[in-house]
């Protein structure tokens, strides 16, 4: 007759009261590492993390399950695979899994911060059970003959997919997708099965990034997990997050628990801690969990060049508006040289007047190309193409779409064709962005046919329509009809 009392029974009984009858460890602060609950999430932080963390479940009472894991992540080909291995350990009371699991991940991008990842963990898995820690009533029992500890070994395998819209997070996974049933044989012959049931897990989350450099945010966390034979379990988090300085969060675990948690960072290095206050009848044999958990982030190249990038094009901007101002200048004081006429004084001021404008848009050029500009940004205005962007000639010379002379004033040109049906598909593409006022124009001493999109009497509206139109025009120009 069997007269062995193991405590994992009790522990056993106890957890299921709080409806955590899973065969997984629970955490409660996953939200630092995702992967641990989906594999689709290994690299998904963009640099090699480094994580170690212990938990120690219903503290007081004997055997109660204890889980200590190791992982490493980090990713590649600037975002598009994620590579992962993570170590498990359980142990509650005689009985022990330890588990090995490398995770491949592929990211489909859509954008930006957009993207589907498809991972894939294959591993093993090794299950202990030790007589030697059990409870004995008969120390005659046949059970206890032979070896006190067996173990089996077991392939391991796990799916999981995370579909991610900027904020949005949505994933699945599926841990012991093999289900696998290692058996233990006693020593006078009684099987002990193992049944590893294969789960089911959903994670829902949002990020609201909290400053411009999305270097801090809050985001409500929801998790549930199902397994064939157990009840449905599920978490609700809050979480404010510093990539600088730390976490705080709070999690409620179904029926089981209602969990704090705190982290702080420092030059690549965090720790957290997080505590479980038990609920229910749980609560009668044990009024707390503790979870510690360390990491080390080590920056990755493609992250730190963003970044870089980043501060680069702000510097950029400035220096366009610049160049802009300074283009401006630039075709005034042309346009005041055309109107001197034979004023010999006037003109030589305005052409040194020029020569100092044009000295000083080379330098900004220079500035711009020492910023990486040629690589980043396109269509800023240079010493040469500055004198492209205002033109002037008469009205006589040009005629609008029903031949008869256009009105004086300015028009900011978007293009020039010699044949007529570019012009005229130009002319529809840019009607079909929105720009419904866009003409035509032909100068007959050209003869080419003028895309424009805009036109103003006054000069300074049609200027501030080309600066608004470089981004999708870069040689837009204005034209000056007298």
Not at 80 to 107: C, E, P, R, W
Not at 188 to 209: A, P
Not at 250 to 267: D, E, K
């Amino acid at each position: 007759m069997r007269t062995v009392y193991p405590l994992l029974f009790i522990a056993t009984i106890l957890v299921s009261e709080s409806s955590f009858s899973q065969q997984l460890s629970l955490s409660s602060q996953y939200h630092q590492n995702m992967m641990t609950i989906n594999p689709a999430y290994s690299g998904f932080r963009g640099m090699t993390n480094v994580v170690a963390s212990h938990r120690s479940m219903l503290t007081g009472v004997a055997g109660s399950p204890q889980t200590t894991y190791l992982s490493v992540e980090g990713e590649g080909k600037e975002g598009k695979i994620g590579l992962a291995f993570i170590g498990f350990h359980d142990q509650t009371d005689i009985l022990s899994m330890s588990s090995g699991m490398g995770n491949f991940v592929y990211n489909a991008k859509f954008g930006d911060n957009s993207g589907l990842r498809l991972g894939l963990g294959v591993g093993v898995q090794n299950f202990t059970v030790d007589m030697a820690k059990a409870k004995v009533i008969d120390f005659n029992d046949p059970i206890l003959f032979g070896s006190l500890s067996q173990n089996r070994t077991a392939l391991n395998g796990e799916f999981g997919a995370v579909l991610h819209l900027k904020g949005f997070q949505l994933g699945v996974a599926v841990p012991q997708l093999l289900s696998n049933n290692p058996t233990i044989v006693a020593s006078n012959d009684d099987i002990l099965n193992y049944n590893t049931l294969r789960h089911f897990r959903g994670s829902l989350k949002y990020d609201i990034d909290l400053n411009d450099s999305k270097s801090a945010r809050l985001y409500p966390l929801f998790v549930v997990r199902a397994a064939n034979g157990a009840p449905v379990q599920w978490d609700v988090s809050g979480v404010i997050e510093s990539d600088k300085i730390g976490w705080i969060g709070v999690t409620y675990h179904s029926t089981y628990a209602i969990a704090f948690s705190a982290g702080v960072r420092y030059q690549g290095f965090s720790v957290g801690y997080a505590h479980d206050f038990t609920l229910g009848a749980v609560n009668l044999y044990s009024r707390r969990s503790s979870e510690l958990i360390l990491s080390y982030q080590i920056g990755n190249r493609w992250k730190e060049q963003e970044g870089l990038n980043k501060k680069l094009q702000k510097e950029l901007e400035r220096l366009e508006e610049d160049l802009e101002t300074q283009g401006d200048d630039l075709e005034r004081l042309e346009e005041d040289l055309e109107n001197q006429g034979d004023d010999t004084e006037a003109n030589e001021e305005l052409l040194k007047k020029q020569k100092e404008l044009e000295d000083r848009i080379k330098e900004l050029e220079k500035s711009k190309a020492n910023s990486g500009g040629s690589n980043i940004t396109n269509g800023t205005p240079t010493a040469e193409s500055v004198r492209n962007t205002f033109r002037t000639a008469q009205a006589i010379d040009f005629a609008d779409e029903n031949g008869a002379i256009p009105p004086k004033g300015f028009y900011v040109v978007i293009g020039a064709f010699g044949v007529e049906e570019n012009a005229i598909n130009w002319k529809n593409a840019s009607i079909a962005k929105g720009n419904t006022n866009t003409k035509l124009l032909y100068n007959s001493n050209l003869q080419v046919r003028e895309v424009y999109m805009y036109y103003s009497p006054d000069r300074e509206p049609a200027m501030l329509e080309r600066r608004k139109q470089y981004a999708e025009y870069p040689t837009v120009w204005v034209q000056k009809l007298e």
